[in-house]
């Protein structure tokens, strides 16, 4: 067997640091602890199967490292789609994923009929930065929007 990687094979280091790391999962729980550490709070590592939550103001944002499809995935629930004026609602949800939600969206979960802030990246060269930008940014868009579309729809 070759040490030499394969050009396809995914790459688990950070670009500021240089730090490798063996698997996806253990990169992101390296950054769940630097992520804890800077925000003076404490944070569980991910489950066995890839999972934890972080608390963001009134959000929740579930962290998922989905190491079969080979993204992190951020999700972080808003409310439940509203019976009335659906029409008007998902409207609103597309004007805002075109620009306020920056690197995230909103997204609907069909089989539960709910809302949820959500932002999906390839797991490969993933550095801090862009962890700690998308769990500021699902966090800061949830814990913003959730009140707000609740009281509007």
Same mark, same amino acid.
């Given at each position: 067997?070759?040490? %030499? *990687? ?8 950070? /670009?500021?640091?240089?730090? %490798? @790391?063996?698997? !996806? $999962? #253990?990169?992101?729980?390296? =950054? *769940?602890?630097? @992520? &804890?550490? $800077? &925000?003076? !709070? ?12 972080? /608390?963001?103001?009134?959000?929740? +944002? ?12 951020? *999700? !972080?629930? +808003? ?9 008007? @609602?998902?409207? /609103?949800?597309?004007?805002?994923? @075109? ?7 909103? &997204?609907?979960? &069909?089989?539960?009929?709910?809302? =949820? +802030? $959500?932002?999906? $990246?390839? *797991? ?12 500021? #940014? %699902?966090?800061?868009? !949830?814990?913003?929007?959730?009140? +707000?579309? /609740?009281?509007?729809?």
């Amino acid at each position: 067997m070759s040490d %030499v *990687l394969s050009p396809n094979a995914p790459v688990y280091a950070d /670009r500021s640091t240089g730090q %490798v @790391f063996p698997d !996806a $999962r #253990t990169m992101v729980n390296a =950054y *769940l602890a630097q @992520f &804890a550490d $800077r &925000a003076g !709070a404490t944070l569980d590592e991910l489950d066995d199967s890839g999972y934890t939550q972080v /608390r963001k103001g009134s959000a929740s +944002v579930g962290i998922n490292v989905l190491g079969d499809h080979g993204v992190l995935l951020l *999700l !972080a629930p +808003v409310m439940s789609v509203p019976k009335a004026h659906k029409e008007r @609602f998902y409207r /609103r949800l597309l004007e805002l994923s @075109f620009l306020t939600t920056a690197d995230a969206a909103f &997204a609907i979960d &069909a089989q539960k009929d709910e809302v =949820y +802030v $959500r932002a999906l $990246r390839r *797991l490969s060269g993933l550095d801090y930065e862009e962890f700690e930008d998308l769990l500021e #940014t %699902v966090g800061k868009v !949830a814990d913003e929007w959730d009140d +707000v579309l /609740r009281k509007e729809f």
